[in-house]
């Protein structure tokens, strides 16, 4: 059931599921047969009328099969997608993983999901159908352990799907004899309006005196949830008895539509139409331009956009607050700012009716020049003190991003009054908008999806000037990073050539700095060195300080590697500085893990270490997947030359789980590789193979946020080393020791009077609980842990 009062639906469980925030009223039936369905099939779909609740099922289900999935239940919102260009990017987006791979994002998902017991639950995809279903086919046979979960208006039409149909809610018996209050009380659609309506109205009950109105509302609804809780809603001003009568007309108005149309559409979109009668004229109008947002916005988003003719600046507040009390816009929480959202079926309606005024074209331009406005004020303010506000701003609104450079890149700017080519000025916003987002792109989920408006930007927009030098050589880290070298090599001399015919020294810095990334990448340390020192010479020049601690990032590890110790520490120390005179922290934490790199090779553990969690400290609370890989790298590095292998070995594991989410192992750092080799290969060697895997697999186990919290040692003292949980149950391990004394299993089960197919398997599950093939490895298994008893 669809929730139309909400602090926030946006707080994230562990594992993928936005956190319930009103209570989940019946359709135990369907739960039960949905959790049936997916024990027998790998794709299930549930379908039913807009507003019947489907959503808030999938979630219960999810919630209720979650302890089933080792890898999670994850939720992809697709109401949002106006086309199918981004669906796979969306999945890829949902399940958090960092896009820095260059692969198309089907194939990213497939790789990543293909060793997975996951559950996708895929909402909202009627106007996506043929695009899901060929997703979910290509998803269900490369990955033989995820299974999916679908909304939609209609089934997917893959074969062995179970499809679902969500009624409308059970309504209170009509006629006589009466059924009793206790009775009436237990009909989920009059427990759910009490419910909803207590939210608004905390005095609200249903009494012998009213108990008939309330019935009558939720028969006149049809039993849908969503209407029931816009009916509720209105409590805050009408009476249940005024609802009624309302609902009585209106209904009686509008049931003359088509009879081609399920009557239930019909009553959702008179209880809307109803809504939309309630509002003032100017309330009406904001509603309409309001729908222009996706996934939500924030009152001066409101102000600028949805301002103008009819609605003055200074009235958008006071029509805001009246939207949230009519129930039309949801209120949200988010850290120190509000939002406001409306339920999907609400904005579409708005949508329309902004459709038919002629006006959509002139609001979704004034809505991309807000975000590209946005995108290039962050870009202003990146050095400074605003920087994680602004870093967490673009997430919220990533939604609306997107919205934007479609408009500039789609349909509009290619087949608009302007020709085949589009409008060059759409265009030219488009690239320069997504080359002002390269930190939103880089420090977030979104590498992907960034290289590719890039890409599509710079084959649509061709001329040879500033705006084109500058998304070639932002698109050229985006590359590194995605270790596509030969493509950001291409980008970068074509930068080069335009900064040398323009004389611009500031395109000239950063094609510098880039091309050293690459030098670097390939092994020519010492070309690297000379690439750096020319652009961190030009960036001083230009005065441009982030291009200035690029510089001095990369040119100190460079120096590092080399072995020039002391310059390498001396630049870093320059770094810092600069970063802590504008109050900077993205790349001072940058700037703390190239020194602590030098630290830990100058054999000062203890500075190195405190270095390398000061940094993480910070990428992890930016969520920032790349930097807090190359720290918990330098993190195993210092537990292996501390002796404390097996930390060093859960550390190894934990990098398996992030660099797979980011694309590559030490993506755009590739010359510190044999510092990884090294470790592994000395942590291997002291504790030996089977105890080597097993701590790795316990590390790759820890979720993203786990492995942070392991790295950083803030929930215990940093020498105490955890103690092993038993990963087998005591049968299992009776069993695993029987087959280290050679036992077979016709053996095992006699000596245990059990089945012999019991016994069988037991064993399989021993063997994939250890990650192990054959007998042999488990009799090695059981010697280690033996040994490992007695030296405790």
């Given at each position: ?5 909400a ?7 562990p594992?993928g599921?936005p956190?319930?925030?009103?209570s ?5 039936h ?6 049936q ?7 299930v ?28 239940v ?7 997608l ?9 999945v890829?987006e ?9 692969s198309?994002p089907?194939?990213?998902l ?11 639950i895929l ?7 043929k695009?899901c ?6 998803l269900?046979r ?7 979960l ?7 039409g893959?074969?062995g ?17 009466r ?25 609200f ?18 039993g849908?949830?969503l ?5 509720a ?22 049931t ?5 149309v399920?009557p239930r559409?019909?009553t ?10 309630l ?6 109008l ?6 222009v947002?996706?996934d ?9 956009v ?11 507040v006071?029509?805001v ?14 850290q ?16 329309d ?11 979704r ?10 995108a ?9 003190p605003?920087q ?28 608009g ?9 759409d265009?030219a916003a ?23 408006w890039l890409?599509?930007?710079?084959a649509?927009?061709?001329?040879p000037?500033e705006?084109?030098?500058?998304a ?5 880290w ?21 900064g040398e015919?323009?004389?611009d020294?500031?395109i ?12 670097m990448?390939?092994g020519?340390a ?14 001083a020049?230009?005065?441009d ?12 590890l ?13 630049l870093?120390?320059?770094?810092i500085a ?8 993205w790349?001072?934490?940058?700037t703390s ?19 390398e ?15 807090s ?7 195993a ?11 060093a ?5 934990c ?11 030490l ?22 193979e ?9 590390g790759?186990?820890l ?53 012999q197919?019991t016994?069988?398997?037991h ?13 042999s490895q488990i009799a090695?298994?059981v010697g ?9």
């Amino acid at each position: 059931m669809t929730a139309v009062t909400a602090s926030s639906t946006r707080r994230r469980r562990p594992n993928g599921l936005p956190a319930e925030v009103t209570s989940f009223v019946g359709r135990r039936h369907e739960v039960a047969a949905a959790r049936q369905a997916l024990s027998e099939s790998r794709s299930v779909t549930l379908t039913g009328a807009g507003g019947v609740g489907k959503t808030r099922l999938a979630l219960r289900v999810g919630e209720e099969v979650a302890r089933a999935f080792r890898d999670g239940v994850w939720l992809v919102e697709l109401a949002a997608l106006d086309g199918p260009g981004l669906l796979a990017q969306t999945v890829v987006e949902a399940l958090e993983i960092r896009g820095s791979s260059a692969s198309e994002p089907l194939r990213v998902l497939t790789d990543h999901l293909h060793d997975k017991q996951a559950l996708l639950i895929l909402d909202n995809c009627e106007h996506l159908v043929k695009e899901c279903a060929v997703l979910v086919e290509r998803l269900l046979r490369a990955a033989p352990e995820v299974r999916v979960l679908a909304t939609s208006r209609q089934a997917l039409g893959i074969a062995g799907e179970q499809a679902l149909t969500v009624p409308t809610l059970p309504l209170p018996a009509d006629g006589e004899p009466r059924e009793s209050l206790d009775t009436l009380l237990r009909s989920d659609a009059v427990r759910l309006f009490a419910e909803r309506a207590r939210a608004v109205l905390p005095t609200f009950t249903v009494t012998e005196e009213n108990r008939d109105v309330v019935a009558a509302i939720c028969r006149h609804v049809d039993g849908l949830p969503l209407a029931i809780e816009l009916a509720a809603a209105r409590l805050r001003a009408l009476s249940a008895q005024q609802i009624l009568d309302l609902l009585d007309d209106r209904f009686r108005l509008l049931t003359a539509g088509s009879p081609a149309v399920l009557p239930r559409h019909q009553t959702l979109r008179a209880l809307i139409d109803w809504s939309h009668a309630l509002c003032s004229e100017q309330e009406r109008l904001l509603w309409e331009r309001a729908a222009v947002f996706t996934d939500g916005f924030a009152l001066p988003s409101a102000e600028e956009v949805c301002a103008g003719p009819g609605i003055a600046r200074g009235d958008v507040v006071d029509l805001v607050i009246g939207l949230v009390d009519k129930s039309i816009l949801i209120r949200e929480e988010h850290q120190q700012d509000v939002r406001y959202r409306m339920l999907d079926t609400i904005r579409q309606y708005g949508r329309d009716r902004l459709a038919a005024s002629g006006q959509e074209d002139t609001l979704r331009r004034r809505h991309r020049d807000h975000y590209r406005a946005l995108a290039a004020r962050v870009r202003s303010e990146l050095f400074g003190p605003a920087q994680v506000a602004c870093f967490t701003r673009l997430h919220l609104e990533h939604a609306n991003l997107r919205a934007a450079l479609e408009y500039s890149f789609g349909e509009h700017a290619e087949h608009g009054e302007h020709g085949e080519h589009g409008d060059p000025d759409d265009i030219a916003a488009g690239i320069e908008m997504a080359t002002d987002l390269l930190y939103h792109w880089i420090t977030s989920y979104y590498l992907g999806e960034g290289r590719r408006w890039l890409d599509q930007g710079l084959a649509t927009y061709t001329e040879p000037d500033e705006i084109r030098a500058r998304a070639l050589w932002a698109n050229s880290w985006l590359a590194i990073i995605q270790a596509d070298m030969p493509a950001a090599t291409t980008m970068l001399k074509e930068s080069r050539g335009i900064g040398e015919r323009l004389q611009d020294e500031s395109i000239l810095g950063y094609a510098a700095l880039f091309s050293g990334m690459v030098a670097m990448s390939d092994g020519r340390a010492e070309t690297a060195v000379k690439l750096y020192e020319d652009a961190l010479a030009r960036h001083a020049d230009t005065q441009d300080p982030v291009g200035r601690t690029l510089s001095l990032i990369r040119l100190s590890l460079a120096h590092s590697f080399l072995g020039n110790s002391s310059l390498a520490i001396s630049l870093a120390e320059d770094c810092i500085a600069v970063c802590d005179a504008h109050d900077e922290g993205w790349h001072r934490a940058y700037t703390s893990m190239a020194l602590g790199v030098e630290e830990w090779r100058r054999d000062n553990v203890e500075r190195a270490t405190e270095l390398e969690k000061q940094s993480l400290r910070f990428n992890g609370s930016l969520g920032d997947a790349l930097g807090s890989g190359v720290n918990l790298e330098v993190l195993a590095w210092i537990a292996a030359d501390q002796k404390r292998y097996r930390r060093a070995a859960r550390l190894l594991g934990c990098l398996m789980t992030v660099w797979r989410s980011v694309g590559a192992p030490l993506s755009g750092y590739g010359h510190l590789a044999g510092y990884h080799d090294d470790c592994e290969a000395r942590t291997r060697k002291a504790l030996g193979e089977p105890a080597f895997t097993a701590a790795v697999r316990r590390g790759a186990r820890l979720s993203y946020d786990e492995a942070l919290a392991y790295g950083l040692e803030e929930d215990r003292p940093a020498e105490e080393e955890p103690a092993e949980p038993a990963p087998l149950t005591r049968r299992e391990t009776e069993i695993a020791r029987l087959v280290a004394q050679g036992m077979t299993n016709k053996e095992i089960a006699a000596s245990l009077v059990i089945a012999q197919r019991t016994a069988e398997g037991h064993i399989e599950h021993i063997l994939t609980k250890l990650g192990f093939n054959s007998r042999s490895q488990i009799a090695v298994w059981v010697g280690e842990q033996a040994r490992a008893s007695s030296e405790a």
